[in-house]
């Protein structure tokens, strides 16, 4: 029985760290390519729309990592939920139905989201780098009060804090700020 148990650990781990691989390399191959920062109001198609790949914002790197890396179509997974249970998610917005062009593309939508399908980890307040895997999905504020969200690299500091993969105003970048700003929730695809 222990060894059977065992078996089922090992597969879990290695098919979470391949998931992780995936989001990774797809969110890597936006370096470059996603060159600035657009938050505009833009009409998309449905499912599967995106802004331009030159622009976007921190939601759009993790929007197109997920597509891209694991075929998982935030704009359609986050608009049906909604469309079946919009008192579930935030109101910041003002809006008295959802919108299948920018839902996805809001962090406290996304954070909602995560949590409700099972992904949110707990957050602890120690900085402890090793709860963090390659893939992990990572939400803080920017000060004053701005939501930001982040993939979690598999690249790490010497001191092995994970770097991250994100666009918080220039392109989709990856760089050591994981720390950064005050962490707001730690999501982990299953």
């Given at each position: 029985m222990l060894k059977l148990f065992l078996i089922f650990l090992l597969a879990v781990s290695s098919s979470q760290a391949q998931t992780g691989r995936q989001i990774v390399d797809s969110a890597?191959?936006?370096?470059?390519?996603?060159?600035?920062y657009d938050p505009s109001y833009t009409t998309l198609k449905y499912p599967g729309g995106d802004v331009p790949?030159?622009?976007?914002?921190?939601?759009?790197?993790?929007?197109?990592?997920?597509?891209?890396?694991?075929?998982k179509d935030l704009q359609q997974l986050v608009h049906e939920d909604m469309a079946r249970n919009f008192s579930a998610y935030p109101k910041n917005w003002g809006l008295a139905k959802p919108d299948r062009n920018i839902d996805h593309r809001r962090v406290p939508n996304l954070q909602a989201w995560f949590k409700r399908k099972g992904h949110a980890l707990l957050l602890t307040p120690e900085?402890?780098?090793?709860?963090?895997?390659?893939?992990?999905?990572?939400?803080?504020?920017?000060?004053p009060?701005?939501?930001h969200i982040m993939i979690v690299s598999d690249k790490k500091t010497a001191e092995g804090v994970p770097w991250v993969i994100h666009n918080i105003g220039g392109g989709a970048r990856e760089e050591?700020?994981?720390?950064?700003f005050p962490l707001t929730g730690h999501y982990r695809l299953k």
């Open positions: 890597r191959r936006q370096i470059g390519v996603t060159v600035g790949a030159e622009r976007g914002v921190c939601t759009d790197v993790v929007i197109r990592a997920l597509r891209d890396g694991l075929g900085k402890d780098a090793n709860r963090f895997l390659p893939g992990d999905l990572v939400t803080c504020t920017v000060p009060h701005l939501p050591n700020v994981l720390f950064t």
